[in-house]
């Protein structure tokens, strides 16, 4: 459902994507890992549609980037860095919102379905100014859920969050891989990724230096294996 | 350092030649104006000047409609190369242009509308320049550029009507002289030729200071990209 | 592409909630739906925070009061002047409410929120443009009896606020997309005027010789052109706004 091939990003002169050949199956929860400044996000934004490689082939929900992004943002949910939230609005009017640029009719128990979902529901009227990290980034999965979604992408949803919040967002990605949602998530927690995912990846040096299964790795020395595919 | 391609010197050896030869017919074939004398002679500079000017803003703005389209790099260095050597010409124009109203008119500047609708033109040739310096991120700052051109483009002709509506001054030379129009006067067969083979030597002149500053400017991008590589290893 | 990649299924099935957009009549509820749902989501949202609106407003008295102090006025000079100082003020508290409007959307990084719906980006713009030309308008409509008062300038005629509305519009859409430009800029404040005040040079020129006229009761023919100026450059830069505003947004 994801896969680039040669996927080449330059900045002008900057190259930080160096040919990325990555591929996640339908269903398949992939966890991508890697140093600060790697290219992580810029590969996700690739992946979101929200920028466009410089040179490579793109295919997300079986669809080829650029060429189809309106159609793939259709199949597409994306948890990114910032919420994407409105702070004056409340969790309810903010899924209204992005119900109604989704094209989505008759949405209201859509929107009570999500919001039961992630645990927000009791908060529904309350604006989103008044929810703590973990509620925003809760009704920012609620929000990425709305328009069902067959592929989703997370940047880094563990930042910033107590261990509670990291908890209740531990069963929501649970739920979600349980519903055959095919995921991409990136994330410097070693420990949740192998708890969570079906895969590992390490983008390192704008390329995949290391890809493996989760069950045929052992967490112990894995640390090990990261240091050196870093470098 | 690369030397610059043979094309390039045989056109600034041209251009050199006709500029000069064009400053001989100016100053010594064109016959010397009844009425205002020694000082019409900056015509032959001022107005091939402003043409210019407006020449490299179309230029400008063709280059951003292609690099909209293709995303190639080159189009934006023609653009962004084509708005300093047009601002460079656009001011001599306006400098030129001064230094021929203080006698005849009596005043060094007017708010008609060529005048001032140039004066806007050079304005939005600064702040394309300024636009270009206060982005960082190549691809963004090359879009941004291109889109502002077009708008700026666009607007100028709108911005002269504008201005005609409302005043006007300055000399009619092609046309009927009217009661208005001081400074206005007829020209002589002498005199279009002059005019005619500056307005020539001036877009020459344009073309080969485009190239030239394409050719910075591609060594430039050599540079970064180049530098880039070099940090990234 | 390369040869030679495996291919997956080309044909994923929509999801059931989505709508099928099939017709062409579809699409258009959607879009219109969209740029419903920008326009509403800022009003609300500024509706609470109020935050836009009573800087902008405040602005624009402070503006006016310098004036008042700047040009001493006796009564005939006022109706020449007042649409001058109309249209200034305007200029200047435009600019603010521009920039802030879109550096919120930009600071917030909501505009991905935006561009990841599969909506067109010109809704994007139309939604954007119009909320902004709502804030400059009512930001005018409550100057129009301020003026009133403070010039002692009946302001209230009906010929005076279509030329205020003919202005309001094309300063919003052109000024919509330069400051969805500057916003990513260094010194972002100041970038918006320099590279919108040369641009909307003939648009201030038509409004205020538009107003101004109103003002001192000139006949329709003397008015007639600058309101034919303030159409066609609203009908010019809407148009190109609107088609440019794709090159801006999308990377």
């Known amino acids: 459902m994801i896969q680039t091939v040669g996927l080449r990003k330059s900045f002008g002169p900057r190259p930080v994507l160096r040919g990325v050949d990555l591929e996640v199956a339908p269903g398949e929860c992939l966890a991508l890992m890697g140093p600060n400044g790697a290219g992580k996000t810029t590969l996700l934004r690739i992946l979101a549609t929200l920028s466009k490689p410089t040179s490579g082939g793109v295919r997300v929900a079986g669809l080829p980037l650029p060429a189809a992004a309106a159609a793939v943002r259709q199949r597409l949910g994306v948890v990114a860095h910032h919420t994407l939230l409105y702070s004056d609005l409340s969790a309810e009017e903010n899924l209204q919102f992005y119900a109604r640029l989704y094209g989505l009719t008759g949405a209201g128990p859509r929107i009570a379905a999500v919001l039961e979902q992630v645990g927000l529901d009791r908060r529904r009227r309350d604006l989103v100014r008044t929810f703590s990290r973990g509620m925003q980034q809760r009704l920012a999965i609620a929000r990425a859920l709305l328009h069902d979604p067959q592929v989703m992408l997370f940047d880094e949803p563990y930042t910033g969050l107590d261990p509670q919040a990291a908890e209740v967002l531990d069963g929501v990605l649970r739920d979600a891989r349980q519903t055959g949602r095919t995921m991409l998530i990136t994330t410097h927690d070693l420990s949740r990724a192998l708890a969570l995912a079906d895969r590992v990846a390490i983008l390192a040096h704008g390329v995949i230096a290391f890809a493996a299964g989760c069950r045929e790795l052992d967490p112990r020395s894995f640390a090990e294996t990261y240091a050196n595919a870093v470098g | 350092m690369e030397k610059p391609s043979t094309r390039l010197q045989i056109l600034n050896i041209v251009s050199a030649v006709l500029i000069l030869i ?128 077009i708008v700026g483009f666009i607007s100028v002709p709108i911005t002269y009507f504008s201005i005609m509506w409302w005043r006007t001054i300055h000399p009619v030379v092609f046309g009927s002289a009217s009661e208005n129009a001081k400074g206005t006067f007829s020209m002589t067969p002498p005199m279009a030729v002059t005019f005619f083979f500056s307005l020539f030597a001036f877009t020459v002149l344009y073309f080969c200071f485009l190239a030239n500053r394409l050719r910075l400017a591609r060594l430039q991008d050599r540079v970064e990209k180049l530098k880039a590589e070099l940090l990234a290893a | 592409m390369p040869s030679g990649s495996p291919v997956l299924e080309a044909d994923v099935p929509a999801p059931a909630v989505a709508p099928q957009l099939a017709g062409p009549a579809d699409r258009l509820r959607h879009y219109l739906r969209a740029v419903g749902a920008l326009l509403w989501k800022d009003l609300a949202a500024e509706l609470r925070s109020k935050e836009l609106l009573s800087s902008m407003l405040v602005f624009a008295l402070l503006v006016i009061l310098i004036f008042n102090f700047a040009l001493e006025l006796d009564r005939s000079a006022r109706e020449d002047v007042a649409a001058g100082v109309l249209w200034v003020t305007t200029a200047f508290t435009g600019t603010l409410g521009l920039n802030r409007s879109l550096s919120q959307e930009k600071d917030r990084g909501s505009l991905d929120g935006l561009l990841l719906a599969p909506v067109d980006r010109s809704a994007l713009f139309f939604g954007k443009a119009l909320g902004n030309l709502l804030f400059i308008f009512v930001i005018q409509l409550i100057m129009l009896p301020v003026f009133t008062v403070l010039f002692d300038v009946s302001m209230l005629q009906p010929l005076l606020l279509l030329a205020v509305l003919l202005g309001s519009i094309g300063y919003a859409a052109v000024g919509t997309l330069l400051a969805s430009m500057t916003v990513h800029s260094r010194s972002r404040d100041v970038m918006l005027p320099i590279l919108l005040f040369p641009v909307a040079v003939p648009l201030l020129i038509a409004a205020v010789r538009a107003s101004s006229g109103v003002l001192t009761a000139a006949a329709w023919s003397d008015l007639s052109p600058w309101f034919n100026l303030l159409l066609v450059y609203d009908v010019i830069f809407v148009a190109v706004a609107f088609m440019l505003f794709e090159y801006v947004v999308e990377e």
């Open chain 2, 22 to 149: 064009a400053i001989g017919l100016v100053f010594f074939y064109a016959p010397e104006e009844l009425v205002m004398g020694q000082v019409q002679r900056i015509f032959y500079f001022h107005v091939p000047s402003a043409w210019v000017g407006f020449l490299a803003f179309f230029v400008t703005v063709v280059a951003g409609i292609m690099y909209l389209r293709s995303g190639e790099p080159f189009w934006d260095r023609v653009g962004h190369s084509s708005v300093e050597v047009g601002l460079l010409f656009t001011i001599s124009a306006g400098v030129a242009g001064s230094i021929w109203a203080r006698p005849i008119w009596n005043t060094w500047w007017t708010w008609d509308p060529r005048l001032t609708t140039y004066t806007i033109m050079a304005l939005i040739y600064i702040a394309y320049i300024m636009l270009r310096q206060g982005i960082e991120d190549p691809d963004r700052r090359a879009r941004f550029a291109a889109v502002y051109g």
